[in-house]
């Protein structure tokens, strides 16, 4: 006979439904039908779990849950596929950002493709990238910035707004 047959659960259910219902009496009178009807739409819920034969399933789904944590717990092999887990998500996260590389002599406006040596890309004056060992690709300079034209009122509120900031930083002794 398992545990789940041992207990009495209609006396245990039919109590916790009297006792929500007296509860959401009390609260009707204190608070308003509103709050006592939705005490007593909780209230019926245990009796109601009972006769749809919910309570057994609940309680195969409490035990399930038991069993599993007790062998998770217990359990070199469960703690052995964490580990190894912790360490596939650290070299995860580790390796996120070894995709590209920048290159340092150009404050990283190119990019080296993934298995080109870092030396592969040479930045010049003028801004352009010439690429040497790399057969097929050719320099391309960056195209030139469109120049926006503001109209005078709103080149000016700019001018002013930056003047007050570089009053401010001069205050602060920050050039």
């Known amino acids: 006979m398992s545990t789940y047959d041992k207990i009495a659960w209609l006396p245990i259910c039919g109590g916790v439904t009297g006792l929500g219902l007296v509860l959401s009496y ?13 005490g007593a739409a909780w209230s019926l819920l245990p009796i ?6 919910s309570v057994k399933m609940f309680w195969k789904m409490g035990t399930a849950i ?29 390796t996120g950002g070894v995709r590209r590389r920048k290159v340092k ?6 990019a080296v493709p993934p298995g080109a040596a870092p030396t592969a890309a040479i930045s ?3 801004g352009t ?24 009122k709103a080149a000016q509120a700019d001018d002013d707004d930056f003047k007050d900031i570089e009053e401010i930083l001069r205050r602060r002794g920050i050039s």
């Open 48 to 53: 109601a779990a009972y006769l749809t034969g």
């Open 105 to 110: 002599g150009d404050g990283g406006k190119t």
């Open 129 to 152: 990238a010439a690429v040497a060992g790399t057969a097929g690709m050719q320099a391309r300079a960056p195209k030139p910035a469109k120049a926006t034209a503001k109209p005078a």
């Open 124 to 126: 010049t004056r003028a």
């Open 26 to 38: 009390l609260v009707m009178r204190s608070r308003g039908l509103r709050a006592g009807l939705r």
């Open 66 to 94: 038991g069993d599993f944590a007790k062998g998770f717990a217990f359990s070199a092999e469960v703690w052995a596929g964490i580990a190894v887990a912790a360490v596939a998500f650290v070299l995860l996260v580790s």
